[in-house]
Structures are given as structure tokens and as C-alpha cells.
């Protein structure tokens, strides 16, 4: 429908429209930078979705009941901002919306969560925003069977576009909610026909719906910028039982002189430009101008919502006191009390059984005590439960017939369970967590990211940490996985030595709520090496003398996850010798790099030869051997330089050299 029949014949629609495109044109030309032609091109279908639709109230944007919005195409942030400006959420002030991608402001280039309110999930990386929403519906469904429909019972609506599409992740995460049969969870698909190459055809000639209907979906089509037609395609949506995808028929940079072009799918700036796309929209207002009487009809549509959040409010405060208290606990994200005692008494019992068992068979220990008392986890691998042991017998399976279990069969899809889960924990009241093999982080990675960059504690259960996985060879077996997740920002990664430290990590994973957590855990068999019981959580130090030096201290042994009994037993052999050894276990370098020097330095004092033991590669350890009042030339690495190799556990540790006697020698030669 061309632009001058749209304004004649749906004049009220077409201003409220105008009034986003009009902003994110002036946004982008202040900053002279970032993408005009997403929010000029689907400012139709969010007009019409959050005037009619939407269910939210600006005045109250942390309602756990309101409908979530997702911006997957991310570039396309001012959209985004432009809503939130228009319906009056406090915090994006016009001010805001001026500063666009500038420093300290809010609107950042892409939506950052945390940075605004109404900004559900971080996206820009395309195809995060479809695949994390599947988490969001996912909750939404399983807290409506735990809590009962007047508690939980909304949609979660998706914009995306052609970049979201192609990206693998899409995939996993549409056949994963056609699967579960999602029916809350709607999503708009951009169909411009433009990438930033040019038009599609140069790269894809995917039939998108019918790609989502072979996945499960309901599928339908409207022009995306007529209103009735938009509208009839939500309602539409909205009754049906399975997720639903409406490919929507749009203009990139609608109405400008980049319409239709993969220029149009950048920055606007040129004073021209901007000038004849308002002229084309009748626009005749300055920069960051709206009319008085339009900003108030968006501020209506902010104020909607209210009376569905005072009904909800009322059937929340007609819930018991008991329930009550577990939806504020559940929902602030806070552990229960009684965690600590019962990591506790779990610790005491390992320390008095001592058994031998692979790090991943102690965290499935610790999860058949924690499950029980933390009715907000939700379990779940990416086909991989008897490998990762990430399920317990109270938990049930989610699936479209009960959706009160709590255990998600995610297929053989790393990268689209960890979306999921972060969808899961950004929605609100559960603690998600769900495993796969380490060296498959590879595949999660840019969800583990995101999920780092955001701040939120999932969990993930990363099993097989090590050539100690055996046969399976190279492949499988990690080696820079380690370095690479301890180098990201914001990610504690936890590699126990055993049944007490993988208790503790548990503690600190789902009582810390400031990071996501790695836990990596082995394979093989460990023996326990924490014989004597300790109240305290000594993994919360991040490292910590595991056995001091008998005489003379004149060399530290530093190790994690399974090495950590090679350097016990290296020990042995050295004070044999008449060498005083300390051992360090380190489970966390993070947690221990953030503990004051005087911690540090009682941990690591100078003098001694230092050397690690790690079967990864050596990136990280540095600070560990050489800093921290160590020194170079009497510091040792005892790990991989290579990739692994396919041969049992005992045999590949030998034939790389990771064994107790070879770091009794490196020790020696550095005396």
C-alpha cells in the first residue's frame, strides 16, 4: 500500500506510526551513526501491536505479567527506544533518545538489558532475539501451570528480520518451539527482501514459511504496513494453539530515497534525505518534535495496561502468604535458606564416604539435594542427561502434556539451549541450567556471551572437561575451552577437584546473581580429597591451600579439576624427597583474583618454585606462576601444548606427560 493512501486512509494510525519513524531519522542523524531503515520500515506493525495488543504498562515495567517484546533485529534499536520514549516508561527520557549511541547513554547501538527498562533481552548478534524468546514462552508456559492462568499468561512477540532467519540458531530454536507447541510466542517476520549485500536473492532463496511450518508453526502473511491487515494477522496469532510466524510484506527505510535498497538498511544521515522522508510522511515538525496531542495519544497507549495490572494484582494478593513469599523469593532470584545448610550436610557426608566418582556423578549428587528445596530450577542438556547427569528423579519432562516438569529434552542444539535458558532466567522466576559436553561450548558460545554481557545466572554443566574423557579422541576432548571461557568477562568458571568442591561450586552458582557460572566437570573417577569437613565454603576463595608443606616450603603446586590429585600425589613424592610442597587448588581463578592481597598473598607467598598442572592449555595461568610475587624462571606448566588424542584416560594423560612424576621433576629441575 503506497504511502499517500496509508495516510488518507488511516490518518490516526499513520501519525502514531510517523512519530517513531521521525525519531529514529533524527537519532541517527545525530549520532551519525547507526540503522534507519528497520524502524521506518515495521513502525507499522509495532504501531499497531502495542496499541492494540500489547499488554504492559509503562508506569509498572517490571509487571511479571506483562507481554515481552523482543527486537532480534537489534540494529533496528531505535525502535525500539522510540516506543518505550512514546509510552512513557521513565527512564527513556527524550534526552535519552537524543543521545543515541552515546557514551553513558542508555541507548546503546543495539538494546542492551539492564540499560533501560522494556529492554527484555540484549540482541544485535542476529538470530539471539527469535532464539532466546523461546526461553521467555518456554517460562511462560511452566509458571502458568505452576501458578494458574491469572498469574502468568501472556505472549512474548518477536520482530526479526532476514539476518535473524539465516543464522543457524534460528533453526534450533524454531524447531524446538514448534515442537513444544508454544502457542505464546509470536513472531513478525521483516520481509523486506534486503540484507546489507543487497537483495536477498544474492544469498537465499529459503521459502521462510514454509521452513516454519514444516517446523511445527502456524503461519500466515500480512502487508506490513497496513493496519487492518496487521491487526487481523495478531488476532489471528493470538487464537491459535502452536507458535505462530506472520511474514510480514515491508519497505526497508520506507518512504525514503533508500527505500527498497541495501542502502536503506544503514544510516540516514544526509540533511536531504532526512528532510524529504519526513516531507513524504507530512511531517512537519522539527527534530525530536512531537506534537503535544500525538504524545499524549502514545501516552494512552502506556497507560493501558493498568487496569489488567491492577486485576492481576488483585488475584496476586488473594494468593496465601506462603505462596506469597515464594513468588518475591523465586522472582527476586534469591536461593533459599536452607541452601547453605543443605550443601553443608551433602559436603559432610561426601567428606565421610569419600568416595571415588567423576566430578559430573558428585554435581548430580548435589543437584538431587538442591532440586527438592529450589522448585525455580529448571534442568535440562542438549541430549546428553545420562553423559552430563543434569536430571533428577523429582523434576518431571516438559513437554506440551506437562508443562509443570522442570527438565527440558533440548535435542542435539547447544547453541539454541543456551538462548533458551537465558530466556528462561530473563523472564523471571526460574533458575535455568543445562548441560552438554565442554568442548561444545563452541557451539553455545555466542549465547554464553550474550548471557555474560547481561549479567544473568544460568548454569552451565560442562562435562568431559578434559583428554581424561578417553577414547573418544581429539575431538571431544577440550583443550583451549578453559582459557577461552575463563577469558570472558563476567563468567565465573568453576573446575572442581571433587565431590565437595562441585558441592560448593553448586552453592556459589545458584547464590551468586550477579554472574552466569561454567561448572566443568570431568569424566573419570576422582578421589575425594577434602577429608576433613569444613563449614565454610572454600571454593568461594577461588583458590586455597589444599595440603600445606611439612618443613621447608619450597615449592607450590597449583592445579584444578582433576589435576588436582596428580599434584597430591606429586606432593607425596617430593616431600619423600625431603622437599617441603604446598598444593593450591584453585577452582575459581576469577573468584580468586578477586580477593584483596592479603588473601592473595597468604595463598601465594613468594619464594617457591610454582609450578601448574592442567590438562588444557596453558593460557591463564601466567598471572598464577610468574605474578603474583612468582617468578619466571622458577615457574612450570604441566599441560597441553596440542590437541588430544584418542586412547583411555590413563594412556593419554601418560603419553602428554600430565602425571605426578613429571611434576615432582619439574619441580626438581626448577630448585
Known amino acids: 500500500m503506497e504511502i499517500d493512501v496509508l495516510r488518507s486512509a488511516y490518518p490516526d494510525h499513520w501519525n ?3 512519530a517513531i519513524r521521525a525519531l529514529a531519522l533524527d537519532a541517527v542523524a545525530a549520532a551519525n551513526s547507526g540503522h534507519t531503515g528497520m524502524p521506518l520500515g515495521m513502525a507499522d506493525i509495532a504501531t499497531v501491536l502495542f496499541e492494540k495488543h500489547m499488554k504492559f504498562d509503562a508506569a509498572n515495567p517490571d509487571w511479571p505479567n506483562r507481554d515481552r517484546f523482543i527486537v532480534s533485529n537489534g540494529h533496528g534499536s531505535m525502535l525500539l527506544y522510540a516506543l518505550l520514549y512514546l509510552t512513557g516508561y521513565e527512564d527513556m527520557t527524550l534526552e535519552q533518545v537524543k543521545n543515541f549511541r552515546q557514551l553513558e547513554a542508555i541507548t546503546a547501538g543495539h538494546p542492551e538489558y539492564g540499560h533501560a527498562k522494556g529492554i527484555e533481552t540484549t540482541t544485535g548478534p542476529l538470530g539471539q532475539g527469535i532464539a532466546t524468546s523461546v526461553g521467555f514462552a518456554m517460562a511462560e508456559e511452566h509458571l502458568r501451570a505452576v501458578w494458574g492462568s491469572k498469574i502468568f499468561d501472556h505472549h512474548t ?6 539476518g535473524c532467519l539465516m543464522e543457524g540458531v534460528s533453526q534450533e530454536a524454531i524447531a524446538l518451539a514448534g ?15 534486503i540484507t546489507i549485500d543487497g537483495e536477498v536473492s544474492l544469498a537465499d532463496s529459503t521459502d521462510q514459511k514454509a521452513r516454519f511450518a514444516a517446523s511445527g508453526w502456524e503461519v500466515m502473511g500480512c ?23 506472520i511474514e510480514c510484506k515491508t519497505h526497508i527505510a520506507l518512504g525514503s530515497s533508500a527505500q527498497d535498497t541495501a542502502k536503506g538498511h544503514g544510516a540516514l544521515t544526509d540533511p536531504d534525505v532526512v528532510q524529504n522522508t519526513k516531507d513524504a510522511y507530512g511531517w512537519g515538525y522539527g527534530p525530536f518534535e512531537i506534537p503535544d496531542e500525538l504524545l499524549q495519544e502514545w501516552r ?11 486485576e492481576w494484582q488483585e488475584a496476586y494478593d488473594a494468593l496465601s502468604d506462603r505462596k506469597k513469599a515464594e513468588f518475591e523469593r523465586t522472582w527476586a532470584g534469591d536461593a533459599p535458606k536452607k541452601l547453605a545448610g543443605t550443601i553443608r550436610a551433602l559436603k559432610k557426608q561426601i567428606t565421610e564416604e569419600a568416595p571415588k566418582v567423576a566430578t559430573r556423578k558428585a554435581s548430580e549428587m548435589a543437584l538431587e539435594v538442591i532440586n527438592p528445596i529450589m522448585p525455580e530450577t529448571f534442568g535440562g542438556s542438549a541430549d546428553l542427561t545420562g553423559s552430563n547427569n543434569t536430571q533428577t528423579s523429582d523434576l518431571g519432562i516438559f513437554s506440551p502434556e506437562n508443562r509443570k516438569g522442570r527438565y527440558m529434552h533440548y535435542g542435539i542444539r547447544e547453541h539454541g539451549m543456551c538462548a533458551a535458558m537465558s530466556g528462561l532466567k530473563l523472564h523471571g522466576g526460574l533458575r535455568p541450567y543445562g548441560g552438554t559436553f565442554m568442548c561444545f561450548a563452541d557451539y553455545a558460545r555466542p549465547s554464553i556471551r550474550l548471557a555474560s554481557l547481561m549479567r544473568i545466572p544460568v548454569v552451565y554443566v560442562l562435562t568431559h572437561d578434559s583428554i581424561g574423557l578417553g577414547e573418544d579422541g581429539p575431538t571431544h576432548q577440550p583443550v583451549e575451552h578453559l582459557a577461552m571461557l575463563r577469558a570472558t568477562p563476567n563468567l565465573h568458571v568453576f573446575r572442581p577437584c571433587d565431590g565437595v568442591e562441585t558441592a560448593e561450586a553448586w552453592e556459589l552458582a545458584l547464590g551468586r546473581m550477579d554472574t552466569p557460572s561454567v561448572l566443568a566437570l570431568s569424566r573419570q573417577g576422582l578421589p575425594t580429597l577434602r577429608l576433613e569437613h569444613k563449614q565454610k565454603n572454600l571454593t568461594a576463595s577461588g583458590a586455597y591451600v589444599l595440603a600445606e608443606a611439612e618443613g621447608k616450603r619450597q615449592a607450590i603446586l597449583m592445579a584444578s579439576g582433576s589435576e588436582v590429585s596428580l599434584a597430591m600425589a606429586a606432593r607425596d613424592l617430593l616431600q619423600a624427597e625431603g622437599i617441603g610442597t604446598r598444593v593450591v587448588s584453585m577452582p575459581c581463578m576469577d573468584l580468586f583474583a578477586e580477593q584483596d592481597e ?3 598473598k597468604r595463598v601465594l607467598p613468594g619464594g617457591a618454585v610454582r609450578v601448574a ?12 606462576l610468574s605474578g603474583e610475587r612468582g617468578r619466571g624462571q622458577k615457574a612450570g606448566f604441566i599441560g597441553m601444548e596440542s590437541f588430544g588424542v584418542s586412547a583411555p584416560a590413563g594412556d593419554a594423560y601418560a603419553h602428554f606427560g600430565i602425571t605426578a612424576e613429571a611434576a615432582a621433576e619439574k619441580v626438581k629441575s626448577l630448585l
Open 223 to 245: 502487508d506490513g504496513h497496513d493496519p487492518v491487515s496487521i491487526d487481523h494477522a495478531i488476532n489471528a496469532a493470538k487464537a491459535s494453539d502452536r507458535p505462530t510466524l
Open 598 to 600: 592479603a588473601y592473595r
Open 16 to 18: 502514531k506510526a510517523a
Open 157 to 162: 512477540y518477536v520482530f526479526a528480520g532476514d
Open 300 to 310: 494512552d497507549i502506556g497507560r493501558k495496561g493498568a487496569q489488567a495490572r491492577a
Open 613 to 624: 598442572i592442567e590438562a588444557a592449555g596453558p593460557m591463564g595461568w601466567d598471572r598464577w
Open 179 to 193: 515442537h513444544q507447541k508454544l502457542g505464546n510466542l509470536i513472531v513478525f517476520f521483516d520481509d523486506n527482501s
